[in-house]
């Protein structure tokens, strides 16, 4: 009983802290006097009290009742849900990354500058990016390309493919090739899939595993898709490494910013790794003492350890941040130290270049990185190239002539 009366009397002063002072008072709000009252909003057209953040009448039916601000008074809205938007001047809800109102071939996308507009979400039609070639699919919620049947983005048990409305879906069909009847899901090819571990769902809907896929390795005679942990000891990835007449091969590699230890798996660079208590693993996979105090980071380039937000280490508007691609769950506390921009906390511009040779298909373009074969900051109906002399340019894509095309960049 004494845990309850604490909960509840937490809970009541919860509401205390987040409600105005006069949101009880029947004479200033209306709602107080309903129970519940302070999940009400009074819509001052019928004189009643409806619930807050419920679909429908008093609002169009694809809006919901929110709260807004008129001066110093809250007052109720009729809004689009999130992950919804409207095209101006319509009281219509669409949902956001699909269709909706728009032309085969195109998806519904948020104007970002529309949110602070009267609390308006407002959407506007849009054909998706053009991606490297026909293998590819772009995927309109975070703006990236994916092969086309395979997972991708898509849930599992479902593939990426083009749907009746032109754009990417995930979807599975029973007629699809792709399709598994034990669970009735679809699956990529030469992906593990449904399959138990050494196999791989391959062509005609089975499980399996030959020896002469570049997914077989010798040591477990078994099969494992490519770019995961696979057979492989901890830290590395399941990679091609050898291409030749005879046939593709894949191998153990240590994943990138990882180095293999004496114990045989590969940790990741300035963590703690194999190592003991006040040590860090190193390049080579040596265990170095950590050459930092308490509340400071490591940078290697300097080889000398700065405070966290620190300027001088870094480029004029970059300080130095905590290394947010490590994962302290998985591979420990990491010492390494990264310049990030002004307040994002996202890798700065150089860093980018720096690792873009890493990134499959990457160029590098007036000291940005971007994916070949893909608009970037090409205008439309052209793409950014990189021909067998290593230039990187603007091209016409093929298909378009010259006359329909700029090899401008968009914003020259």
């Given at each position: 009983?004494?845990?309850?009366?604490?909960?509840?009397?937490?809970?009541?002063?919860?509401?205390?802290?987040?409600?105005?002072?006069?949101?009880?008072?029947?004479?200033?709000?209306?709602?107080?006097?309903?129970?519940?009252?302070?999940?009400?909003?009074?819509?001052?057209?019928d004189g009643k009290c409806y619930t807050i953040y419920k679909k429908g009448y008093p609002c169009p039916e694809t809006q919901e009742l929110s709260p807004g601000r008129l001066g110093s008074r809250t007052v109720a809205e009729?809004?689009?849900?999130?992950?919804?938007?409207?095209l101006p001047h319509t009281k219509t809800c669409h949902k956001l990354f699909q269709r909706g109102p728009c032309r085969n071939g195109e998806y519904f996308a948020p104007v970002e500058e529309s949110f602070n507009m009267r609390g308006e979400r407002q959407g506007m039609c849009v054909r998706p990016q053009a991606c490297a070639d026909k293998t590819l699919l772009?995927?309109?919620?975070?703006?990236?390309?994916?092969?086309?049947?395979?997972?991708?983005?898509?849930?599992?048990?479902?593939?990426?493919?083009?749907?009746?409305?032109?754009?990417?879906?995930?979807?599975?069909?029973?007629?699809?090739?792709?399709?598994?009847q034990a669970d009735g899901g679809c699956y990529a090819h030469y992906s593990r899939g449904p399959c138990e571990r050494g196999q791989l769902f391959l062509p005609g809907a089975r499980c399996g595993c030959e020896a002469h896929l570049p997914h077989y390795h010798n040591g477990t005679k078994g099969c494992y898709e490519l770019d995961t942990l696979g057979p492989c000891p901890k830290g590395h990835l399941f990679v091609i490494s050898e291409v030749s007449e005879k046939g593709s091969r894949a191998e153990c590699k240590c994943k990138n910013f990882h180095t293999r230890a004496s114990d045989g798996a590969c940790y990741r660079l300035y963590t703690r790794g194999p190592c003991a208590q006040d040590e860090m693993i190193s390049r080579g996979g040596r265990c170095t003492k950590v050459p930092c105090g308490r509340g400071r980071l490591y940078v290697p380039e300097r080889r000398r350890c700065?405070?966290?937000?620190?300027?001088?280490?870094?480029?004029?508007?970059?300080?130095?941040?905590?290394?947010?691609?490590?994962?302290?769950?998985?591979?420990?506390?990491?010492?390494?130290?990264?310049?990030?921009?002004?307040?994002?906390?996202?890798?700065?511009?150089?860093?980018?270049?720096?690792?873009?040779?890493?990134?499959?298909?990457?160029?590098?373009?007036?000291?940005?990185?971007?994916?070949?074969?893909?608009?970037?900051?090409?205008?439309?109906?052209?793409?950014i190239v990189k021909d067998s002399n290593g230039r990187v340019s603007c091209q016409c894509r093929p298909g378009i002539s010259t006359d329909d095309c700029s090899t401008k960049l968009i914003n020259s």
């Amino acid at each position: 009983m004494a845990t309850w009366v604490w909960f509840a009397a937490l809970f009541c002063g919860y509401q205390a802290a987040v409600l105005p002072p006069h949101w009880a008072d029947v004479r200033r709000n209306p709602c107080a006097a309903h129970p519940k009252g302070w999940l009400m909003l009074y819509w001052p057209s019928d004189g009643k009290c409806y619930t807050i953040y419920k679909k429908g009448y008093p609002c169009p039916e694809t809006q919901e009742l929110s709260p807004g601000r008129l001066g110093s008074r809250t007052v109720a809205e009729c809004k689009c849900p999130p992950g919804t938007a409207q095209l101006p001047h319509t009281k219509t809800c669409h949902k956001l990354f699909q269709r909706g109102p728009c032309r085969n071939g195109e998806y519904f996308a948020p104007v970002e500058e529309s949110f602070n507009m009267r609390g308006e979400r407002q959407g506007m039609c849009v054909r998706p990016q053009a991606c490297a070639d026909k293998t590819l699919l772009y995927w309109p919620p975070d703006g990236r390309c994916y092969y086309r049947l395979t997972q991708g983005p898509c849930y599992p048990g479902s593939i990426l493919d083009i749907g009746d409305d032109g754009l990417a879906n995930c979807t599975c069909e029973q007629d699809s090739p792709h399709y598994w009847q034990a669970d009735g899901g679809c699956y990529a090819h030469y992906s593990r899939g449904p399959c138990e571990r050494g196999q791989l769902f391959l062509p005609g809907a089975r499980c399996g595993c030959e020896a002469h896929l570049p997914h077989y390795h010798n040591g477990t005679k078994g099969c494992y898709e490519l770019d995961t942990l696979g057979p492989c000891p901890k830290g590395h990835l399941f990679v091609i490494s050898e291409v030749s007449e005879k046939g593709s091969r894949a191998e153990c590699k240590c994943k990138n910013f990882h180095t293999r230890a004496s114990d045989g798996a590969c940790y990741r660079l300035y963590t703690r790794g194999p190592c003991a208590q006040d040590e860090m693993i190193s390049r080579g996979g040596r265990c170095t003492k950590v050459p930092c105090g308490r509340g400071r980071l490591y940078v290697p380039e300097r080889r000398r350890c700065y405070r966290p937000g620190a300027a001088e280490p870094c480029r004029k508007g970059e300080h130095l941040a905590f290394d947010f691609d490590a994962r302290p769950a998985l591979d420990g506390l990491s010492h390494n130290g990264v310049c990030v921009c002004g307040t994002t906390g996202q890798p700065c511009a150089r860093r980018e270049v720096a690792t873009c040779s890493n990134r499959k298909g990457a160029v590098v373009f007036n000291e940005a990185c971007y994916i070949q074969h893909t608009q970037g900051p090409c205008s439309e109906n052209s793409w950014i190239v990189k021909d067998s002399n290593g230039r990187v340019s603007c091209q016409c894509r093929p298909g378009i002539s010259t006359d329909d095309c700029s090899t401008k960049l968009i914003n020259s």
